[in-house]
C-alpha cells in the first residue's frame, strides 16, 4: 500500500490558468495536468492507492469556496485537508466546521499566504486546531517559485512547538526544503511529522537514510508534492533508502494511516 501525503489537484478551469503560471514561477515541469482526473490517473499508473490533497486559499475570501469544492470532490482515494487563511477573522468558526464536516487538518503556505510561521498573531489559529484535534499541514523551508525571505524555517517551527505544545504538525519537505542542517539540528527527534516531498532530488540517499534514522522512521509520511514529482520515481526514492522493510513500510502507509485515522 502506498499514500502520498502531499498532493495538490484543483479545479479543471483553475488548473487550466494556475499549472502554466506555477511551472514558469518555479522553472519546472509538472507530471500531469493538476486536475483531479490527471491526478487518479497518475495514481493509478503509480500504484498510489491514497492520495492527500493539501488546498491553499491566498485569500480569505477563497476559503469558502475551496473548502466547498474539497468536500464535493473527496472520495476513498482521494483525502481533502481544508484550505485556511491567516486572515480570516472567522478562522475558529471555519476550522470548527471543517472538523464538523471530516477533514483531518489544513494546509498553510507561509510564502504564498504572506506570513512567518511564528508569528504571535497565528498562535490563536495553532491554538484552535490543537483544541480541535486538526492536524497543520505545513510548507517549510524554500519555495523555489517565491524569492526571500524564508517564511518558515526549522526554528519557527520549534517555536511554533514551545507555543503551543500539543498541535500535530506535518513540516514539509523534511523539515525546511533547502534548509536541512536547520532542520536535523532543531527538529530531529521532536515530535513532529516530516514528509518527504521534494527532498529526494537533493538529499540524495545519503541524506535522506541519515534524517530518517535520526528523527525515527514513525514521524516521517511519504509525499510527492504532485503534480511537482513523479509518484514512480519518489516510491523508487524511498524503497532504496537503506533502512529496514518495516521503516519503509512506516514511510509509504503506516504512518499515515495512523494519522489519519
Known amino acids: 500500500m502506498v499514500i502520498d501525503f502531499h498532493t495538490h489537484c484543483f479545479a479543471d478551469a483553475i488548473a487550466k490558468t494556475a499549472v502554466p503560471i506555477l511551472e514558469e514561477a518555479c522553472d519546472v515541469k509538472t507530471v500531469h495536468s493538476g486536475t483531479v482526473r490527471s ?5 493509478d499508473s503509480c500504484g498510489v ?5 493539501l488546498p491553499v486559499a491566498t485569500k480569505p475570501s477563497q476559503v469558502c469556496a475551496i473548502n466547498e469544492w474539497a468536500k464535493a470532490t473527496a472520495d476513498e482515494s482521494l483525502v481533502f485537508f481544508g484550505a485556511l487563511h491567516p486572515g480570516s477573522e472567522d478562522f475558529y468558526d471555519i476550522a470548527a466546521q471543517l472538523k464538523k464536516d471530516g477533514f483531518k487538518g489544513i494546509k498553510l503556505h507561509p510564502d504564498y499566504q504572506h506570513f512567518f510561521a511564528d508569528e504571535a498573531r497565528l498562535m490563536p489559529l495553532y491554538e484552535a486546531l490543537r483544541d480541535l484535534g486538526l492536524i497543520l499541514a505545513l510548507h517549510s523551508g524554500i519555495d523555489i517559485g517565491y524569492p526571500s ?6 526554528l519557527m517551527i520549534k517555536n511554533i512547538m514551545d507555543t503551543v505544545p500539543g498541535l500535530t504538525i506535518v513540516a514539509a519537505h523534511m523539515g525546511a ?3 536541512w542542517r536547520d532542520a536535523e539540528e532543531l527538529l530531529l527527534g521532536l515530535p513532529v511529522y516530516l514528509d518527504t516531498s521534494y527532498s529526494y532530488y537533493l538529499l540524495k540517499n545519503e541524506g535522506m537514510t ?7 522512521s514513525e514521524r516521517v509520511l511519504f509525499g510527492t508534492d504532485s503534480p511537482w514529482t513523479s509518484a514512480d520515481d519518489e516510491i523508487a526514492a524511498i524503497t532504496s533508502l537503506d533502512l529496514p522493510p518495516g521503516d519503509i513500510d512506516n ?3 503506516k504512518n499515515a494511516l495512523s494519522l489519519l485515522r
Open 177 to 179: 526544503h533547502g534548509l
Open 39 to 43: 491526478l487518479k490517473a497518475h495514481m
Open 210 to 216: 541519515r534524517m530518517i534514522r535520526k528523527h525515527g
Open 251 to 253: 514511510i509509504l502507509y
Open 149 to 154: 525571505p524564508v517564511h518558515c524555517t526549522p
Open 49 to 53: 492507492d491514497i492520495s492527500v490533497v
